[in-house]
């Protein structure tokens, strides 16, 4: 069916080239293993209804299936494998780790492996942030962090409301969930945290004022700030506004520098805490260490999870000394001393740097939108091509149809099948965004040229296999 390039095993666990070579459609129903998972699996179970694949073994940006069939792999954990998969320095250090004899979990007692691992995590901040910051360990998911920081907001301002933006997303917890935009998630779910207020998030094909570009960016703080300015708004002054600096689930929307600047000086203008939410866009992801970095400012919390465990769960929250109000015990979490998910952490944040992962995730990034791009002229299916660094994504619509407020119509179904497409000659990527209809590239900061290569072809022919 199918072989593969350089499979020597010095080469499988680093930046390599590797890549399927694909003959035929691969075989996509369920073996005795996935069959198993459908009869004893709870019925939330969501990613092998999308991607029916059950996986044997994985190297750098590979997944090898039961079948035998070989994957370029941009889902990647969904952001929490930024070395891809069996780094052999990772697998090294945790290795060490358990030869040493520390224990797995330490609540929060220290040991020399979370000395190191803060010390890392610091030494990565931008140098002024980590100045002043305080780190504060949560359980091992992003809405254990998120979860923390809306308590601590609440906390240091003595206030109940919560701003939050239009595409968010931010976890599944009951705060987290209420931060979250989308709606089909909280359709069936009562009594989620109250006092949450959305406001509107820059995006060009759908901007809420119709304006779009600068002009949309600079209505958005307008709003927001005429908000805030009127005591007939009914909406009480927030404690905090939490925002992904890229919105992710959300569709892969890059904020504008200006409209975070803009969004800071609110905050300050008005003794409101902003809190950034880089659990996916963060550690290097975005071409920078962090996405907020290329506005020019700090947040006042910053959280974290995904990469900042290196592949182990781990969640963060970082923010300035002068808001750590909490009382001792205040907010705890028996999973929050994992020593292997700062062991390597630590040692993931050590290679990003020694290998300039950020700069190639810009690269890599480029090259891949611009060759989305290039696929865009030649089809009528992308509405647009975004992101930034290694975060990318297309929306799919229906050509030539446009709804009542004059927006493209997403096509939900075609985005199914040009993902299934996809998988079918190799590549796993994911969906997201307004109905389902924007297809996610989330890779390991490892992936290559070639790699981006087989990734922008394979799109390309899943896109034209499903046009009428």
């Given amino acids: 069916m199918?072989?593969?390039?350089?499979?020597?095993?010095?080469?499988?666990?680093?930046?390599?080239?590797?890549?399927?070579?694909?003959?035929?459609l691969y075989d996509l129903t369920p073996d005795n293993i996935l069959l198993s998972q459908e009869h004893y699996e709870s019925e939330v179970r969501s990613y092998p209804r999308r991607l029916p694949i059950a996986i044997?073994?994985?190297?750098?940006?590979?997944?090898?299936?039961?079948?035998?069939q070989v994957y370029v792999d941009c889902l990647a954990g969904a952001g929490a494998l930024p070395l891809g998969y069996n780094h052999s320095e990772i697998n090294q250090v945790m290795i060490a780790q358990l030869n040493e004899g520390v224990p797995y979990q330490t609540l929060d007692l220290t040991t020399p492996?979370?000395?190191?691992?803060?010390?890392?995590?610091?030494?990565?901040?931008?140098?002024?942030?980590a100045k002043n910051a305080h780190i504060q360990f949560c359980g091992p998911?992003?809405?254990?962090?998120?979860?923390?920081?809306i308590k601590l907001a609440k906390l240091y301002t003595q206030r109940n409301t919560m701003g939050s933006f239009h595409g968010a997303y931010h976890g599944m917890t009951n705060g987290s969930l209420a931060l979250t935009g989308n709606l089909a998630n909280k359709s069936r779910r009562t009594g989620?945290?109250?006092?949450?207020?959305?406001?509107?998030?820059?995006?060009?094909?759908?901007?809420?004022?119709?304006?779009?570009?600068?002009?949309?960016?600079?209505?958005?703080i307008h709003y927001i700030e005429s908000i805030l300015n009127d005591d007939e708004s009914?909406?009480?002054?927030?404690?905090?506004?939490?925002?992904?600096?890229?919105?992710?689930?959300?569709?892969?929307?890059?904020?504008?520098?200006?409209?975070?600047?803009?969004?800071?000086?609110?905050?300050?203008?008005?003794?409101?805490?902003l809190i950034f939410d880089e659990v996916q866009c963060g550690i290097g992801r975005s071409g920078d260490n962090f996405a907020f970095e290329e506005s020019g400012i700090e947040p006042d919390i910053l959280v974290l999870s995904k990469a900042i465990g290196g592949g182990m769960p781990m969640s963060v929250i970082?923010?300035?000394?002068?808001?750590?109000?909490?009382?001792?015990?205040?907010?705890?979490?028996?999973?929050?001393?994992?020593?292997?998910?700062?062991?390597?952490?630590?040692?993931?944040?050590?290679?990003?740097?020694?290998?300039?992962?950020?700069?190639?995730?810009?690269?890599?990034?480029?090259?891949l939108r611009s060759m989305l791009r290039d696929i865009q002229a030649e089809t009528d299916c992308i509405a647009e091509v975004r992101g930034r660094g290694l975060m990318c994504g297309i929306e799919i619509v229906k050509a030539g149809e446009f709804d009542g407020l004059g927006r493209p119509v997403s096509d939900p179904e075609r985005a199914i099948l040009i993902q299934r497409a996809a998988l079918e000659r190799g590549l796993i990527i994911e969906k997201g965004g307004r109905k389902g209809a924007v297809l996610r590239f989330l890779p390991p900061l490892i992936i290559s040229e070639t790699q981006i290569n087989f990734v922008a072809e394979t799109i390309k022919t899943a896109i034209l296999c499903t046009q009428d």
């Fill in 2 to 24: 199918q072989n593969v390039l350089n499979l020597a095993p010095e080469t499988c666990l680093t930046n390599d080239q590797e890549i399927p070579l694909v003959t035929e």
């Fill in 56 to 68: 044997k073994s994985t190297r750098g940006v590979i997944i090898e299936d039961t079948k035998g």
């Fill in 113 to 129: 492996v979370k000395d190191e691992f803060i010390k890392a995590v610091m030494q990565f901040l931008p140098r002024d942030f």
């Fill in 141 to 149: 998911s992003g809405a254990d962090a998120v979860e923390a920081a």
């Fill in 192 to 220: 989620l945290m109250s006092d949450v207020h959305f406001f509107p998030f820059p995006y060009n094909l759908r901007c809420s004022f119709g304006l779009g570009g600068v002009e949309g960016v600079k209505q958005s």
């Fill in 234 to 273: 009914g909406i009480t002054k927030p404690a905090a506004f939490i925002v992904e600096p890229i919105q992710g689930e959300g569709g892969v929307i890059p904020a504008p520098a200006l409209w975070l600047q803009e969004l800071r000086r609110l905050a300050d203008e008005h003794d409101i805490l």
């Fill in 318 to 367: 970082i923010y300035n000394k002068k808001i750590d109000c909490w009382n001792a015990g205040e907010h705890t979490g028996t999973f929050r001393g994992n020593q292997l998910a700062m062991a390597s952490g630590a040692k993931t944040l050590e290679i990003i740097q020694r290998d300039n992962l950020t700069e190639n995730a810009k690269q890599r990034g480029e090259q």
